[in-house]
């Protein structure tokens, strides 16, 4: 299980996430909805590691550090690096020596091209193909489906599930339902800080 408990995160003076306790089980694909502003990227940063909080979080048996592959609203590139130039860069950090670019690059992006020179969509397929370089055991996705086409669609649902069959946990936050309820085990909305219903 992935255990938050007393959850709670403000920025200033507005309390985001209020005294959340929730338990995730792991090897499952959890969504998480709510309105514009409920604080769903929020939470999921929260459990990226990426935001600081009070209370606690725990990842069941699973180690955190450099474990988390966080899937970003909107992926920030580099001006003049290519695609393939960011895929080179994520592997040599993730310290990968071998990469089939061709084989690797599921969603056929144009890899010579600047990444910063990518539609919305691309920009998310690139980020998604870099995390697909590694394996970690929890993936936060934060709108994945956020300026995807159909196909690409489609695609990333027969990704998210392939990661799950590796024995993953995954969450992903979206406003797009149909996906969600595709692929998701649970999903969770956020109301008021808390989770109002699951
Ligand atoms: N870094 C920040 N500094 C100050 N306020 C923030 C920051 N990040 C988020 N907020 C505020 O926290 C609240 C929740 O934001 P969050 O992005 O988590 O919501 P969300 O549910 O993901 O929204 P959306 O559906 O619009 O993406 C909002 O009121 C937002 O303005």
Redesign the pocket.
Known sequence: MIKLKKLS?S??K?L?LNDLTVDFEENSIHG?V????????????CIAGI?AYEGEISYGHKAKRNNIAFLP?DPFFFEWITGREYLKFIADLRKIDKVNYAEVNVFQLPLEAYASSYSTGMKKKLALTALLLDEFDFYVL??PFNGIDNEGVHLMIDIIRNIQKKGKTIFI?S?FTSPLRQVCDHIYK?VDGNIEKQ
Request: aromatic letters at 4%.
């Open positions: 995160k920025y200033s507005s985001i998480i709510g309105a514009n502003g409920a604080g769903k990227s929020t939470l999921l940063s935001e609203t934060d709108e936050a406003h956020l």
